[in-house]
């Protein structure tokens, strides 16, 4: 796994880190669709765990509750974002190898769109 430093739960996986930067510079409905799309993938991710049931217990850890606490005070930039907010908080509740499969396939879809726009505008 590719760590780094930091003491949130987002902070701990390179990838995530970057995820979070790339939402942060797409508009703001972009933005939405992107917490839906969120919300939608964990929503299908739970459908199947719960699928395959196997009764086993998993703990969030304490950095991920302290999250979810946290998100209340409304002090991270996504925080202010109300489904955005939701995203994250639905998103942190996952396993890591699920969350991670959702924050790796919305990122490569973000970079390709923003290549696009890039070579698009190179065009023009």
Not at 44 to 60: A, G, M, Q
Not at 67 to 93: C, H, I, V
Request: hydrophobic share 35%; with cysteine.
């Amino acid at each position: 796994m590719l760590k780094v430093c930091g003491r949130r739960w987002y902070d701990q996986d390179v990838r995530v880190a970057r995820f979070l930067r790339l939402i942060e510079q797409v508009p703001g409905d972009a933005q939405e669709e992107i917490s839906q799309m969120i919300i939608e993938f964990v929503n299908l991710i739970r459908k199947t765990n719960e699928e395959n049931k196997d009764d086993n217990f998993v703990s969030l850890g304490k950095e991920r509750v302290l999250g979810l606490y946290q998100a209340f005070n409304k002090r991270r930039w996504y925080d202010k974002k109300p489904e955005l907010r939701s995203a994250m908080t639905t998103l942190s509740t996952l396993q890591t190898e699920d969350y991670l499969k959702i924050v790796q396939g919305i990122t490569e879809t973000i970079e390709a769109v923003l290549q696009e726009e890039k070579e698009e505008l190179q065009h023009s």
